[in-house]
């Protein structure tokens, strides 16, 4: 299960890096959405700004949080810059493969910067102009923020393979190896409520947690609650499993991107 939950985090952001189900009716209404957005930003330039490169100051901007007068003419010249490939483009499937990592980082870029500058209140935008810039936002989003339904229906069968497979090994190591005594409905229940507040609580907040980390965190501490011990060497494993987790991924997602583009 693991293996594939990997190779479809390495190989998938290589072909799906913009949604292709975009259709064309919809890249002209982006367009049009886009110039909009660069006229509503364009309010807020001050006279002096200048630029050296719009992707740079608008990375730096996401980088450090710091609105000067030169942010809003690099957004609006990205916004500006977005626009006209697309119009050159007409749809983006018909990004040139060579371009689509670019493009994709000027949409991801310009989405970052405007949550930032709505969540600061820094310009202070018009109602009208918040209504504009929020609609570009959502078109910006639909275009990079997706999941094609192969995917979700390939990880889903990922996950119940490896479920059917393993389930007796996972239910072992959750309700006998943790804890010095066997897990009791009493803090199933506990661990369970503590884990379904803590992954709500991550969602609401946008944080990136495993539901499994969390549950396993929750069943050690109803195990030294209840003085039942805790199995060290077991909880050893698993941070040490944690610990590798993002790294592994890291490398091998990374080998497969290199391999993949090499190859193709």
């Not at 190779?7 to 959405?33: C, M, R, W």
């Not at 330039?45 to 996401?62: H, L, M, S």
């Not at 239910?171 to 409520?193: C, P, S």
Request: proline fraction near 3%.
């Amino acid at each position: 299960m693991g293996l594939i939950m990997l190779i479809l985090i390495g190989t998938v952001p290589t072909a799906y890096a913009l949604n292709h189900a975009v259709t064309f009716k919809e890249s002209q209404d982006f367009i049009a959405v886009s110039q909009q957005a660069a006229n509503a930003l364009d309010h807020y330039v001050e006279p002096d700004a200048v630029i050296g490169d719009a992707r740079d100051d608008v990375t730096d901007y996401i980088r450090t949080k710091q609105f000067n007068a030169n942010t809003m003419l690099a957004m609006r010249t990205l916004v500006n810059d977005i626009g006209n490939e697309t119009t050159i483009y007409r749809e983006l499937k018909n990004v040139p493969n060579d371009r689509v990592r670019n493009f994709r980082n000027d949409l991801y870029l310009v989405s970052e910067a405007l949550r930032l500058t709505q969540k600061s209140g820094q310009p202070k935008f018009s109602a009208a102009d918040a209504a504009i810039l929020a609609n570009y936002k959502k078109h910006v989003d639909r275009s990079t923020r997706f999941i094609p339904t192969w995917v979700k229906v390939a990880v889903a069968m990922a996950l119940g393979l490896g479920t059917m497979v393993g389930w007796k090994r996972i239910v072992v190591t959750v309700g006998e190896k943790i804890g010095k005594e066997h897990l009791t409905y009493a803090q199933g229940a506990a661990a369970e409520i503590t884990a379904m507040a803590t992954i709500g609580a991550a969602d609401g907040f946008g944080l990136p947690v495993s539901t499994t980390h969390v549950l396993s965190s929750g069943i050690a501490g109803t195990m030294a609650a209840n003085h039942s011990g805790i199995q060290m060497s077991t909880v050893r494993n698993l941070a040490l499993a944690w610990v590798l987790t993002l790294p592994v991924a890291m490398v091998l997602s990374g080998s497969l991107f290199w391999l993949f583009r090499k190859i193709f």
